[in-house]
């Protein structure tokens, strides 16, 4: 017999039968487990108590585990050489013993160290979020990764978090100390120094300008005028207003000066490590968790009592 070509409609009747195969299975399963639970449920409740004591301890006040963050602003370090020197601390292996830093992440005062993207919506300079998924390209032009800024994250337990500014104070040490990043920093106040002198500079005369062809005295009533479109003409002389461009330029002179203000080391952050509250371990999530596990195992247990007989004539053939 020839074999017909599956069509559309057969896909779709063998994806239905496979699903309901599927939830057929898992319905046995767990009517078996309700069956085991039933038969030996002092075997079951024992490890659902294990597992709950468990939870509960790993889950106490003092051994509450919390995400901390903050945003650092790169001033001429470029993301590679920042990635470079932060990835050390994820294991803390190879840091150097005299590093302060090294004591936090050794005796896990510190731990789980990761960085994420900061966005760019608009492409206008101003971050907008962090990629906390990962979702954002490096090819996306409208979800730009900016390059002068990073998120950092690492965990800390509840019983730590006096040493919070420490641990703060001591990763921006390390991160500073890099001999490459501070090269890049030297190159970038320099260029910045000389930005800042250019854009003073450049204010000034749109001032001066301003001044002398807009508020002279001179120039309050003249002989003869005439005004089309915005334009004005004195004589032989046109003046055109161009008060956009002076705020323009003043705005580039206050992002400048406040860059340079805050650059005063490779790594700055533009917020203290803030602490989110929503913890890692939490009560709940995790009692809800070994519970289940506690069920799963004391429902295995169970299986293998119930077949002992078949397991130990199994074990002697």
Known sequence: MEQREMNFWDLCVALGSAIGRGCSALWQLLARMIRLTYRYWWV????LLVALA???YITRPDNTKYRVNAVAMLNGASVQQFEQAYMLLKSGCQLPDEEPVKTYIKEQKAFDF??????????DGVADYV???????????TKVQMQDRLCLQFTIKNRDLALLPEIENALLAWLNANPAMQ???????????AEVAFNHTQAQKLDSLTSNYY?????????ASNTSNGVTFYGDRKVT?????????HRHMQQADYRIQFATAPVTLENHFAVDPKPVNGRMK???????LGWLGGCLIAELIDRRKAIAAWLKE
């Not at 079951?44 to 490890?47: D, G, K, Q």
């Not at 990761?114 to 492409?123: G, K, Q, S």
Request: aromatic share 18%.
């Open 114 to 123: 990761r960085t994420f993207r900061v966005i760019d919506c608009l492409h």
């Open 44 to 47: 079951v409740v024992t490890l």
């Open 131 to 141: 990629d906390f998924r990962g979702k954002s390209s490096p090819t996306d032009t």
């Open 54 to 56: 468990l939870a509960w």
């Open 241 to 249: 207003l161009f008060l956009d461009k002076i705020y323009a330029q």
């Open 215 to 223: 508020f002279s005295a001179a120039m309050a009533q003249p002989a």
């Open 286 to 292: 995790y009692l809800l968790v070994f519970f289940l």
């Open 183 to 193: 090269q890049s920093y030297a190159g970038y106040l320099e260029n910045m120094r």
